[in-house]
């Protein structure tokens, strides 16, 4: 399924989220529902640092509902680094990085192959 847009206050989550683990990266699953990325899985056995965020892949969701991953850059930088590019081809299709200082202006999404994805922001 074409994913169209994110809720906002998913959005707003994953940027509060950033704020409140700053200045460690989270790395999390989102899921789809209807063409819309509705929720946010943080997956157990994730482990973060102030440099990188990795998941356990033994407890990625079975479901058809995964529409990729947002994790957070507390450096402030937009792109995906060379881990990301790596990580995104493995979950889903379509990745979100939010950053310092993790306003509604910080924060890009990317398909699976690191390309650039405009995504609208859906109230």
Not at 62 to 86: E, F, I, M
Request: charged content about 25%; hydrophobic content about 35%; aromatic content about 10%.
């Amino acid at each position: 399924m074409q994913i169209r847009g994110i809720r906002m206050d998913l959005l707003d989550l994953l940027l509060e989220m950033g704020k409140d683990r700053h200045p460690y990266e989270f790395a999390g699953v989102i899921m789809e529902e209807g063409g819309l990325m509705e929720e946010f899985f943080l997956l157990p056995g994730t482990v973060s640092s102030s440099e990188s965020a990795s998941l356990s892949y033994d407890m990625m969701p079975l479901d058809t509902h995964v529409a990729g991953s947002a994790h957070s850059h507390p450096n402030g930088n937009l792109l995906p680094s060379d881990a990301d590019l790596s990580f995104f081809p493995r979950i889903g299709r379509y990745h979100l990085i939010v950053g310092y200082p993790y306003t509604r202006d910080d924060w890009r999404c990317y398909r699976a192959d690191g390309t650039p994805c405009a995504m609208e922001v859906v109230e």
